[in-house]
């Protein structure tokens, strides 16, 4: 069984979002507009980004404004125009200290 057959049916519709995203060379789209599409919440978005990030499908680097993704599987990015420095690039696991 791969990490993929292990997805929740909205894991599997993010991921798909993030993939179609960098195959066309597109922003990520955003947890609200997701959310929207998928009938789920904004926090179920969320929860699925980080699912993907933990079991290591996607890498996803912050900015104050937007992320950018790339799929691992592939190595395609999402698109981020004029952002040179990412805000953070992890984020923090469940119940670790803050520096």
């Known amino acids: 069984m791969t990490a993929r057959d292990r997805l929740s049916p909205l894991q599997e519709k993010v991921l798909a979002a ?3 995203a960098t195959q ?4 990520c789209p955003s947890n609200q507009r997701m959310a929207i599409s998928f009938h789920a919440s904004r926090i179920a978005v ?3 980004v980080a699912r993907l990030e933990d079991l290591g499908m996607i890498r996803v680097e912050r900015f104050p404004s937007a992320r950018r993704v790339t799929v691992t599987a592939t190595g395609l990015t999402t ?4 952002v040179e420095a990412p805000h953070f690039t992890r984020r ?3 119940g670790a200290a803050r520096c």
């Open 18 to 20: 993030i993939e179609a």
């Open 92 to 94: 923090q696991p469940a």
């Open 79 to 82: 698109h981020h125009k004029g």
């Open 24 to 27: 066309a060379n597109e922003r």
């Open 46 to 48: 969320v929860d699925a």
